[in-house]
């Protein structure tokens, strides 16, 4: 992973790349990805099933920002808003605001809201959200891993691996693609 130096680059968009260096190897756990975002109307079905009231809905708490001046202490998310003019590529803040009233339901501000968009991606979520979202709530398992879960153990013979991950696989594709209840 990592970026080259290419020698046609501008001086900005190489600091731009900066954070990529230096090339190096890194390694990817396996993991699942469904076929299709997670859509504004199946997260909906979500929360209203649950209840569940996202990060941006929630309102910060002092304790957990010591130091934030209260009147940021509001629910709200943070919006792509790029400047009108160029800027140096070496602060965020610049093309990111945080808006109070931002959240799944309102991706842009109170005043935006996802009528008509319910086969949209949804957006404005946070990665406990997510989480929250992909958990069953009966096994507090992750929903794509279901109940295949046992561990193998090296010092174990072969055999005896193999029909674990056998009969993990087996619970696995049984409900294959799990459906959320």
């Known amino acids: 992973m990592g970026a080259n130096d290419p020698p046609d680059m501008d001086d900005v968009g190489m600091k731009a790349t900066l954070d990529a260096r230096p090339i190096h190897r890194v390694y990817v756990d396996g993991f699942y990805m469904d076929k299709t975002d997670v859509t504004n109307a199946e997260f909906a079905e979500f929360v209203k099933a649950t209840g569940y009231v996202t990060v941006a809905e929630r309102t910060p708490r002092p304790e957990d920002f010591p130091g934030a001046p209260p009147e940021n202490l509001f629910a709200g998310g943070v919006v792509f808003s790029p400047p009108n003019h160029a800027?140096?590529?070496?602060?965020?803040?610049?093309?990111w605001s945080y808006v109070k009233g931002a959240n799944w339901r309102h991706p842009i501000g109170p005043k935006s809201d996802i009528r008509g968009k319910g086969d949209y991606p949804v957006v404005q979520v946070a990665y406990e959200d997510a989480t929250a979202y992909a958990i069953n709530p009966g096994t507090k398992q992750l929903v794509w891993t279901g109940?295949?879960?046992?561990?193998?153990?090296?010092?174990?013979?072969q055999e005896k691996n193999m029909k674990i991950l056998n009969n993990a696989m087996a619970k696995l594709l049984k409900n294959y693609p799990p459906q959320r209840k």
Do not use: E, R, Y
Request: zero cysteines; a neutral charge.
């Open 87 to 95: 800027v140096p590529l070496n602060n965020h803040l610049q093309w």
């Open 147 to 157: 109940n295949a879960t046992k561990t193998i153990d090296a010092s174990s013979n």
